[in-house]
């Protein structure tokens, strides 16, 4: 993984395809996620850095690929222990990651999560990245469509937002019967 500006996420993955051999590297992406936003009175879907700053590259030549990255104009750091030594990911923050992206090797894109509300408002994650979290969801904010996540990243509790769809109120159907 490397650390990077934030908003040069783009411009640091096109520099280490064209001066990094393809040999090196299985792919170099930075996960994006889809969220709703307001934009004068309707909801539209956007698209928006995962974890700005941060481009992820997936490789089994970890020192070669090292070196090469040095040639990278854009390249910032290698996320480690020290700047000569490169430490992977370890393997939950792996799975995490790969849970959020359902599709992994395409668009590297964090889907949104289908939600119902109930009359009381409680609230029930239905699909998507959501699904089966729920320990890890700090809070869900239904105005600006958003839930905050807290996982582990980096070896610290990080508080991520992703994107929720409500699928609109459910009524339970007790409380729809007539006597």
């Known amino acids: 993984m490397l650390q990077v500006a934030a908003g040069r996420e783009d411009r640091v993955e096109e520099q280490v395809r064209v001066v990094v051999e393809n040999e090196l590297y299985d792919s170099v992406f930075h996960p994006m996620r889809r969220m709703k936003k307001k934009f004068r009175g309707e909801w539209k879907e956007i698209h928006e850095k995962l974890l700005p700053g941060y481009v992820f590259i997936t490789s089994d030549c970890i020192q070669e ?8 104009p854009a390249f910032t750091r290698m996320l480690g222990k020290d700047r000569e030594q490169f430490i992977p990911l370890p393997e939950h923050e792996v799975r995490w990651l790969e849970r959020m992206i359902e599709s992994p090797g395409q668009n590297m894109e964090v889907q949104l999560s289908r939600v119902s509300v109930s009359e009381d408002d409680m609230v029930t994650i239905l699909s998507g990245p ?14 600006r469509r958003i839930a ?16 929720i769809e409500m699928v609109g109120k ?5 409380k729809c019967q007539t006597y």
Do not use: A, P
């Open 65 to 72: 690929l090292y070196r090469e990255l040095q040639n990278v």
């Open 130 to 143: 959501l699904k089966d979290m729920e320990g890890c969801v700090k809070k869900i904010d239904l105005h």
């Open 148 to 163: 905050k996540v807290e996982v582990d990243f980096m070896n610290r509790k990080t508080v991520i937002h992703l994107g």
């Open 170 to 174: 459910r009524i339970d159907s007790w």
